[in-house]
């Protein structure tokens, strides 16, 4: 298959993993999985329910033990991977269950996401969390209110804008259209395209099927821990067995 | 019963009860970082107190070979696993912060003579050799196991309190002591003679109390602290390492423990165990807040030191007895009104 080159077959590699599996105990949740992004590239995996698509990204993300070959911008990296080492290299998720701080204020939600970056340094937090707040004005609106009283859709965007004051390399998100609305779904998916401008890769997640091969470069099918099917997004959303599956009956072209 | 008595009474618990107040403040952000339960708080009481008057009677302090063998550790720790994770450039200032400080500090004292120096110095000494220690004590006792159960944290608390007594008895003998007050002024109000050091003790308790509230409130540091209380998981994705967290906290709460010790040392009698029954009174002021709320520990534990001093008075024999037996109806109250909730995973 010609599906190692993406939609810029010269940008360079961020992530390239070989071989991975993971388990919770004696359950294998994830097996021989090999998947590659690019810069500036947006790759989706998608796939049923329970298919293993949150253990991928908190495996990534170092949350869970994890074998096989994974390298990051270049760097091969051993068996115990830290999430506060791929943090400090742009590394950020915006996890399924969002994990916001709800007792806290938006400001300080978003002022935490760029806690990494002060520590090693930074003082750019005031400008990017200025920058979050021309994307979901919403927020801005908000920005006094504790974070646990947001409605979902505010939630959604709290976790993303969170994700973004970090200024990642590559950024994975789980699920970002979760309980929203048409409306605000659309709004989030133009926010993932405008995006990768600013050169970051972005790994989506995604139930949203239709909405997800539209916005990406690649896709990953995941079924049952293994990667049953990949390609350019525009092939697979034409492939009768990701139509059956995935865009249903609905789907037209 | 007449209002002397009363000012007196009230003077006096509120001195203790800002003391626990502190000290519950404490336990709550220890707990509520990393859910240990601290029973070694006290001991840091004790070992400011002493390491201060150790100073005073012109003695070096164990305190400072304590904070040099437990720097050593905690370097060899860090530097194999700094090699075992090819970070190479980390050993310098590893070395530095656990070895170069303490002995730096040692040097320091062993060329000055330290009874003669001004009490703030003295104080900050005190301050420079008990803190760290706090620190430390998380890094080798605790951050090995972080990931266990609560019992098993309890478990390690209770070992490391025992050997904190142990050490404190090595290092300070069997007997008590007391340092020189900060100030001889007092205050005639009416009939009743409102003691300085006792203002002082209020005063700086209070200061303290705020200081610590702008921390969490105001700085991104103790934003994070807090964040990793909240939602550990969403605090590690921002990259605030549970590690970093522990000391910190850990930090925090040896320094209100050597910073009441220093407060208390000139009222109070210290012996090397004396820091148990004082933290176990904090403890109670914290378990009235739940181990969960700030103000309502902080106005538990005053309540401790006002119902401590007045029993003293009217039934002396018992009041230990009494400050503890608080502790179950507030546990009846509380098993009653809240909901459970289960253990983090
Ligand atoms: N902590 C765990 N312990 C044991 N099994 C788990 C654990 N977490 C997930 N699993 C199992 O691993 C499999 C993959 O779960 P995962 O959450 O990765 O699926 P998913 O593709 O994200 O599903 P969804 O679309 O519903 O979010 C499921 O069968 C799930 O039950
Ligand atoms: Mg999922």
């Known amino acids: ?253 | 019963m007449d209002l002397q008595i009363v000012l007196l009474l009230g003077q006096d618990g509120i001195t203790s009860g800002a003391i626990y107040a502190l000290l519950a403040l404490a336990l709550v952000l220890v707990f509520a970082v990393t859910r240990v339960i601290f029973i070694p708080q006290g001991e840091f009481v004790a070992f400011g107190a002493l390491t201060l008057s150790s100073l005073q009677a012109g003695k070096l302090p164990g305190t400072l070979w304590l904070l040099i063998g437990l720097g050593a550790a905690v370097a060899f720790a860090d530097i194999s696993w700094a090699l075992r994770h090819h970070k190479m450039r980390r050993v310098p200032l590893i070395l530095f912060y656990n070895c170069g400080v303490p002995i730096l500090l040692a040097g320091y004292l062993l060329a000055v003579s330290p009874a003669t120096l001004p009490q703030p110095v003295q104080v900050a000494l005190t301050l420079a050799m008990v803190v760290p220690i706090g620190a430390m004590i998380y890094r080798l006792a605790y951050q090995p196991i972080a990931e266990a159960s609560v019992l098993m944290l309890l478990i390690v608390s209770v070992a490391v309190h025992v050997a904190l007594i142990g050490l404190g008895l090595l290092f300070f003998g069997a007997e008590g002591s007391r340092t020189t007050p900060f100030t001889d002024m007092s205050f005639q109000i009416g009939d009743a003679v409102l003691q300085g050091q006792t203002v002082l003790v209020v005063v700086a308790s209070l200061v303290l109390i705020v200081a610590l509230y702008f921390y969490f409130e105001r700085t991104i540091y103790g934003k994070a602290l807090r964040a990793t209380a909240m939602n550990r998981t969403g605090a590690r994705l921002m990259g605030i390492s549970a590690n970093l967290a522990g000391r910190l906290s850990f930090m925090l709460a040896a320094l209100i423990g050597a910073f009441s010790g220093v407060l208390i040392a000139p009222i109070t009698t210290i012996y090397y165990d004396s820091g148990f029954l004082i933290g176990l009174k904090g403890f109670v002021g914290a378990i009235i807040g739940g181990l969960a709320s700030y103000p309502i520990a902080a106005a538990g534990a005053i309540l401790v030191g006002l119902l401590e001093s007045f029993s003293s008075f009217y039934a002396s024999a018992f009041k230990e007895v009494i400050v503890f037996t608080l502790i179950i109806p507030v546990l009846l109250w509380r098993s009653l009104t809240s909901r459970h909730v289960e253990e983090e995973e």
Do not use: W
Not at chain 1, 75 to 104: I, K, N, Y
Not at chain 1, 192 to 221: C, F, M, P, W
Not at chain 1, 232 to 248: F, M, N, T
């Open chain 1, 1 to 253: 298959m010609a599906t190692e080159l993406g939609e810029n077959p010269v940008a360079p590699v961020v992530l390239d993993v070989r071989d991975l599996s993971v388990s919770y105990g004696k359950v294998e949740a994830l097996r021989g999985i090999n998947l590659s992004i690019r810069k500036g590239e947006i790759v989706t995996v998608i796939g049923p329910n329970g298919a293993g698509k949150t253990t991928l990204l908190s495996a990534l993300m170092g949350l869970l033990p994890a074998k096989g070959d994974i390298s990051y911008l270049g760097e091969h990296q051993g068996t115990d991977r830290q999430v506060e080492h791929l943090v400090r290299h742009g590394m950020t998720l915006v996890p399924e269950r969002r994990e916001l701080f709800g007792e806290m204020s938006v400001e300080d939600n978003l002022l935490l996401g760029a806690f990494d970056r002060y520590r090693a340094g930074h003082r750019d937090h005031l400008e990017t969390m200025d920058q979050v707040y021309d994307i979901f004005p919403r927020l801005l609106e908000r920005r006094e209110q504790m974070a646990g009283t947001l409605s979902g859709g505010e939630r959604q965007m709290l976790a993303m804008g969170r994700a973004l004051v970090a200024k990642p390399k590559l950024l994975m998100l789980d699920e970002p259209s979760l309980g929203l609305a048409p409306l605000i779904i659309k709004e989030i998916f133009r926010t993932i395209a405008a995006l990768t401008k600013t050169g970051v890769a972005i790994l989506l997640v995604e139930q949203n099927a239709r909405a997800a091969l539209h916005v990406s470069d690649r896709a990953y099918v995941l079924e049952t821990g293994e990667i049953s099917l990949e390609g350019p997004s525009k092939e697979l959303a034409r492939d009768p067995r990701v139509i059956e599956s995935y865009l249903g009956l609905g789907h037209r072209h």
